[in-house]
């Protein structure tokens, strides 16, 4: 495949940021979330993905306020400070 796509694994420069190789992960939601938090199923799937060799994880499905969030609560709510360990700790991983 690589000689297919030579650019999909080379390096590339993203501002002052240089990634790995142009493989993407889109922000999507992946409803793994409990209760609006990050648990051990949503970071397992960041860490298969950099574990894939994913150059860069944006991660998506991310409520900003309490109006907006799902009966279920299974996206992440970044407005709660609740939620900030768990994202450091998926930040962590993933790096």
Do not use: C, W
């Amino acid at each position: 495949m690589s000689n297919e796509f030579p650019l999909l694994f080379s390096p590339f420069n993203l501002g002052s940021l240089t990634l790995k190789n142009r493989l993407v992960s889109s922000p999507h939601g992946t409803h793994m979330a409990t209760g609006g938090l990050t648990n051990q199923s949503d970071l397992e799937h960041h860490i298969r993905l950099a574990e894939g060799g994913v150059g860069l994880i944006i991660s998506g499905g991310t409520v900003v306020h309490a109006s907006s969030s799902l009966r279920n609560r299974r996206l992440v709510e970044a407005y709660n400070d609740n939620v900030r360990p768990g994202i450091h700790e998926r930040s962590a991983a993933v790096h």
